[in-house]
């Protein structure tokens, strides 16, 4: 699939591009034709704000998170309650629960989840860090927001029994129908998990 | 869908990411965290060969195909046959030929289709360089390689109308059954196009 005529410039270009989660070779190359033909009004800012993002944004030494702030605007905030403790897999999920806006404490960025199919053990995860916070004492709640995958659950169960012993509460999040989806097109296990947890209207 | 932590350096390369074909909202968001998680290794290459690209890369005076050097390495290649010229689109359709390796002439590449619908005229394609190049002689024959779909067809015609009173040979792509597709998935357009054009095995 090579385009012999481009110069390497724009293979360089397509190969890192299709290095992104959603594109593939072909939208690769749509990509980059679509960068070069905008070089003004898209590849030029495109490439200030990676270099940017790359200069400015850190890894939170607290709880995982990315932020230009060190530690991030999570753990520096005082308003949050810092007995509450959310433990995701990725900074993604952590995105994805402040955009809900549903949890005012901190959070614990795991890095991933626990997989003897892709060779993750647990010195792999940070778990280290997490076992000090709470040992450190002034957490009371700590909330698994794990995804309700195989991987997920499996890695909830791990957190569970290093954190039981210390003396703290821990929870996870509900499993049930999903707001607005139809019971027809639901999986039996979430099926199961909805009737088993089902409440008083 | 604002991620109010992550700073606005974030929510600047989410958003410019969006804006690449084949990226949506969530994927930008996806993209954006795999850079910056493989700041070394993606990031930062990206960064340059970005910046590198917007630098060296132009759009050929003669022929509009896209290359670091004017005229492009297609025009420039004393071997390839300058009594042949195919007419594209864009530059995508070009890459696409020259990946197949099937055309030895050289191209002109209109920058896209007429369409009333989206307001594109005449006047904001590369028609009149076109016909330059043809009446400048040397042409034997144009082809066009215009896509099979309502604005490619218009265009052919269009380009037809331009440039047969100039008295070179126009010709355009066979339609026909793909290569490797099934006659069941085929529309009718397609299949009747087959038909009529069948040839002696």
Redesign the interface.
Known sequence: ???????P??E??VQ??S?????GPR?A????????KK?ET??????A??????R??KVCGTCG?????EP???CADPRRDASLMCVVE???DL?AL??AAVFRGRYHVLGGTLSALDGRGPDQLNFGALVERVKAGGVREVVLGLNATVEGQTTAHYVMDLISPLGVAVTRLAHGVPVGGELDYLDEGTLAAAFAARRAM
Chains 1, 2 share one sequence.
């Open positions: 699939m090579a385009a012999p005529l481009s110069g410039e724009i360089r270009l890192l591009l290095r992104l989660p959603g594109l939208s190359r749509r990509a980059a034709l679509v960068l070069i070089k898209l590849l030029q800012p495109l490439a704000a990676l270099e940017e993002a790359g400015v944004i998170n990315l932020d230009t702030s991030c605007g999570v990725d900074v993604a995105w402040e955009r």
